[in-house]
């Protein structure tokens, strides 16, 4: 009695979840604006990177051994992947911010992968939540950033990734925005809908789309979503982040990393950035997954399932199951090359604690190709012992 009352609550869950959003509309990418994969220690020669600079370490050089290119951290071997390694010294603020050259343009997506070491913690906000961390994302010039800034529509916005880590040592994202109708002295908070693994590469994916403009003014169509590996997170359609045309685009994007505002890094902090890639246009996804079936997935069916992949363009695809937690519970396939056309692909559960997991599909990335990574709609499986 109870295993079916287990069941059925499962099922409502399966089916009545909200949708995590669909990745397609993130990327690939049509209309490249920036692209960088750090495989080199001059990668801010590479013809992308208009403004370089950094705060609060004495003397300033490019590159430093504050943002320099180094292993990837899930490597110990040979022939490692080069990312790059952002540092935050001991007692300083290190605004590490590189500007991409201008984008000029009203809607764009961003996307890169980000490693957070586990032993980053210790710290929350504190009462009064001024003091913000940031991470990338999309300025519009202006005075859309500092302390106590009004932004009125007519002098400039921005929309950066915040980061914390709260006094229960969660690692938690959000946008730190500033627009026209914020409600705090400083940037609004607009946390996302996400459990954050560290020690581990996670796929961050943005969108933003400037409001327009109409006879009164700033009409409220301005556009701010995020994604976690495939997963939507964030996604507001009302903002207002100009009312002039001075500001009606998206100047740069700007890869930052900082801590605090009143306060200084208590210890050496560290992040790591690979295949970061901007856009003004999507295209079609090359690859895409129907919903597998049999679903649920039991013992009655030997904890087999299937699902039909469609494959628009040759090339290599891996096939993963992710946890709610964003944690890769299971890869299906890895790398594998399909030819252009439709596959039935056999799955096998067995062994998967009961769930709901994502079945996601994805190809590119700095081993395969050279147009970002592409990732398909989290499909939902629940999987019944």
């Given amino acids: ?8 609550l499962l099922c409502q869950m399966l089916y009545s979840a909200p949708s995590f959003g669909a990745i397609e509309v993130a990327s690939p990418y049509a209309k490249v604006l920036l692209q960088e994969n750090f495989s080199q220690n001059t990668w801010w020669t590479t013809g992308w990177w208009g403004d370089l600079f950094e705060e609060g370490i004495p003397e300033p050089s490019i590159p430093t051994p504050w943002a320099s290119t180094v292993d990837s951290p899930d490597c110990s071997g040979k022939n490692c992947n080069q990312v790059l390694k952002v540092t935050i010294p001991k007692g300083t603020y290190s605004l590490n911010r590189f500007f991409s050259k201008d984008l000029d343009v009203r809607e764009a997506w961003a996307q890169y992968r980000i490693w957070i070491p586990a032993d980053l913690g210790g710290w929350d906000l504190g009462e009064d939540q001024k003091d913000i961390n940031k991470l990338p994302g999309f300025n519009g010039g202006g005075k859309g950033k500092g302390n106590k800034v009004e932004t009125d529509g007519k002098n400039g916005w921005s929309a950066r990734v915040g980061w914390r880590v709260d006094r229960s040592d969660n690692f938690n994202l959000f946008f730190y925005t500033y627009h026209m109708d914020r409600s ?3 940037g609004d908070l607009m946390p996302w809908n996400v459990s954050v ?14 409001n327009s403009l109409g006879e009164m003014g700033a009409n409220f169509d301005g556009e701010l979503e995020a994604w976690v590996d495939g997963r939507l997170v964030f996604s507001r359609t009302d903002l207002r982040f100009t009312s002039t045309t001075d500001y009606e685009v998206i100047k740069n994007f700007w890869l930052t990393v900082y801590f605090g505002g009143n306060r200084t890094a208590p210890e050496k902090i560290k992040f790591y950035f690979d295949e970061l890639e901007v856009s003004g246009i999507k295209r079609e996804a090359t690859i895409t997954l129907s919903q597998n079936y049999p679903n649920p997935v039991t ?3 030997n904890y087999m399932s299937k699902t039909r992949l469609i494959v628009k363009e040759n090339g290599p695809v891996s096939i993963e199951l ?10 299906l396939k890895t790398n594998q090359f399909y030819e252009k056309g439709e596959y039935e692909i056999d799955l096998n ?8 997991y994502l079945l996601v599909a ?8 050279k147009e970002g ?3 398909t709609d989290g499909i939902k499986v629940l999987v019944m012992n």
């Avoid at 992710?322 to 890869?331: E, F, H, S």
């Avoid at 994805?362 to 190709?369: E, I, M, P, V």
Wanted: net charge positive; aromatic share 6%; no cysteine.
């Fill in 1 to 8: 009695m109870l295993k079916n009352t287990i069941y059925v």
């Fill in 184 to 186: 705090r002295d400083h």
């Fill in 197 to 210: 693994p560290r020690d581990t590469w996670i796929t961050v994916t943005q969108h933003l789309k400037v």
């Fill in 299 to 301: 013992k009655a069916t």
């Fill in 322 to 331: 992710i946890n709610m937690l964003g944690q890769v519970a299971r890869t």
């Fill in 349 to 356: 559960f067995s062994g998967l604690a009961s769930g709901i």
């Fill in 362 to 369: 994805s190809r590119g990335g700095k081993s395969q190709t």
């Fill in 373 to 375: 990574m592409e990732r």
